[in-house]
């Protein structure tokens, strides 16, 4: 069910449920306010009429000359007071025939025995000797007395269901027009993601208004932006990878097809090319593929209480050779021991691609630092700096995007694949850690993991 038709349902029913509770407590209060004037407020006092017919019998012993008592040119009497309230009166004598008329048309005629059933009695010591009947002026309709009440009220509650009704009716257009106001944001929005869906960009969104619906076109604006930035991401990583694998592709098929046309004998030294172009595809493949398990949670981690400093012990003995033929300095400093929850084999990737980077842009006669800094929350953090140039400004919100490379000349055997850094934040990342790099007031680089406190 769609929203417009949910919310006119709900203007319906909140309308119908408002309007029966005022129409039943308005019928109840004008059906007593009826009753009150008509019987203590005085609008008719039959049985005072009754009373004085009753004296009149008692003291004539017949009806003669009653006429003139309900008759309204005939002074104050019950005749002057039924026509003053616009009530015609007719008695009837024990016999059912009518002795008394204020219209004087009924005289000498016989009235029905349900007629008289619904009249007032006349009493004379408890003995009837007659019936008053009255017709009231309400309708015009001549209605007995007894029917003048419910008449009274039928026309009063008519009325409030006829202003029910059409308070209703009112209500249901106004809700048609409110809902139909309400939901257009929605289903401009709404045909703004079908048009996204079907590969439309540049979308014309509507403007954001201050409210809930606002907020969803925002938050819509915001995944837009996002999934055109990740496509633009994608398209250039497809690139990359492309360039990447054409340049080793090119070196191995060069080489292979100077071996085959007997151009370089298939020597070591005219092999050598070709290794290495294998060399970097296979790091290259399996970068991508950490990258990928990475994207999709599923790297496979050992996460526990590892003491990092044996990890970065490993590390330093693994890079000495490397740094000590560009002759730059590796130093291991900070705190003895310190306990964080990581997987060895992860952690020792991370600041293996960190230390290698750090190496690879420190000159001659440079310094490349690890410290080991335990923090206060009981988490470790291990800053990898180095004395080269540090990172070009524009540089810094990249460093950790895939294939992304400050030194654009750099070649990939020279500079790696240009995912080692991608690839250590994810992993950082999955081990509920974080990786961020800046430059040192001194010159420089710094890239400063932090790993979450150890389990326990």
Known sequence: MRLSTKLLFAFALLLTVTLVVVAVVAYSSAAREVRGFM????????????????QFYKERGNWVGVEALLIPSHGPGPGGFGAMMGQRLVLVDAAGTVVGDSSGTLLGSS????????????????????TLLLFGGLSGMGLPIGTQ??????????????????????GLVLAVVLSRGLTAPLRSLSASMNRFARGERNLDLPLASPDEVGELTESFRRLVGEIERQEGLRKEMTADIAHELRNPIAVIQANVESLVDGVYPATAENLEPVLESVRLLTRLVEDLRTLALADAGRLTMELGATDV???????????????????????LEG????????????????????VNNAIQHTPEGGTVTMHILPLASGRVRIDVTDTGSGIPAEALAHVFERFYRADRGRSRVEGGTGLGLAIARKLA????????????????????????????
Do not use: C, H, Y
């Open 335 to 354: 705190a003895r021991s310190a306990l964080a929850a990581a997987d060895p084999q992860r952690l020792e990737q991370i600041l293996s691609n960190l």
């Open 309 to 331: 400093v044996p990890v970065l012990r490993r590390v330093a003995s693994a890079f000495e050779p490397r740094a000590a033929s560009k002759k730059v300095s590796l130093r």
């Open 39 to 54: 019987f203590a407020g005085s609008m008719t006092v039959p049985e005072s009429i009754a009373g004085d017919l009753g």
């Open 149 to 170: 009440e419910s008449f009274l009220i039928g026309r009063v509650n008519r009325a409030i269901w006829l202003a029910a009704g059409l308070g209703g009716l009112m």
């Open 111 to 130: 009235v029905a025995g349900e007629e008289i059933a619904r009249g007032v009695p006349v009493l004379v010591e408890s003995s009837r000797v007659g």
């Open 429 to 456: 990342e999955a081990q509920g850690g974080d990786l961020s790099a800046d430059n040192l007031p001194e010159g420089g680089a710094r890239f400063s993991l932090v790993l979450a406190p150890a389990p326990g």
